[in-house]
């Protein structure tokens, strides 16, 4: 099983600040890495896949980068919308398992 | 629009089954895998089964294989979790989940979920 590992577990950055949220994988998952946004109350959003790639609907300001085990998501001019919780997944060790990392709450003070 | 609408939750006994429903539409259901995510309260996301276009391919998480059964009814535009044996570690909101594309590929819609409680 992949074990995806992902820092810091909380971030607390100020409006306008940009922010960089990290995903380790176990093992290289190539680019097949994902990120969601997961706001309290609401179900999980697509952001970025392909570890580059943002989905439908995503503002620039939201990328993605890395490939094989190191991942980042960089979110740039921080707004309070953005305060969320952020996954990253990996699909690459199918069928066994997609593997989620355990989130980064992110806090907009 | 894509709208997900999972059914079929509720509070069941340790042992008990339960099925739960994800009716889909906006979209040509039968082009996509699907699977259900669940989240136990307050904790992360756990994939639990997937199921191929053509309901050909099923591949269940180990923390429920022999358990859950995933199925589809493309004619229905339909999604189904069959969940036997249930423990209160199944207690968790479980998610219909559409995929970008094929099995190994990642979930873009996601329904708002039904909350499956498992407690005597």
């Known amino acids: 099983e992949i074990v995806m590992t992902q820092s810091p577990a909380t971030l607390s950055v100020s409006p306008g600040e940009g922010a960089t949220l990290s995903c380790r994988a176990s093992?290289?998952?190539?680019?097949?890495l994902a990120w969601y946004q997961q706001k309290p109350g609401q179900a999980p959003r697509l952001l970025i896949y392909?570890?580059?790639t943002r989905a439908t609907g995503i503002p620039a300001r939201f990328s993605g980068s890395g490939s094989g085990t190191e991942f980042s998501l960089t979110i740039s001019s921080l707004q309070s919308e953005d305060s969320a919780i952020y996954y990253c997944?990996?699909?690459?060790?199918?069928?066994?398992?997609?593997?989620f990392g355990q989130g980064t709450k992110l806090e907009i003070k | 629009e894509v709208q997900l609408l999972e059914s079929g939750g509720g509070l069941i006994q340790p042992g008990g089954s339960l099925r739960l429903s994800c009716a889909a539409s906006?979209?040509?259901?039968?082009?996509?895998?699907m699977s259900w995510v669940r989240q136990a309260p307050g904790e992360g996301l756990e994939w639990v089964s997937v199921?191929?276009?053509?309901?050909?391919?099923?591949y269940d998480a180990d923390s429920v294989k022999g358990r859950f059964t995933i199925s589809r009814d493309n004619s229905k535009n339909t999604l189904y979790l069959q969940m036997n044996s249930l423990r209160a570690e199944d207690t968790a909101v479980y998610y219909c989940?559409?995929?970008?594309?094929?099995?190994?590929?990642?979930?873009?819609?996601w329904g708002r979920g039904t909350l499956v409680t498992v407690s005597s």
């Open positions: 997944q990996q699909y690459n060790n199918w069928p066994s398992m997609y593997t």
């Open positions: 906006g979209f040509g259901f039968s082009a996509y895998a």
């Open positions: 093992q290289s998952v190539s680019s097949n």
């Open positions: 989940v559409k995929h970008l594309g094929a099995v190994a590929s990642p979930g873009d819609y």
């Open positions: 392909a570890a580059s």
């Open positions: 199921i191929s276009n053509n309901g050909v391919r099923t």
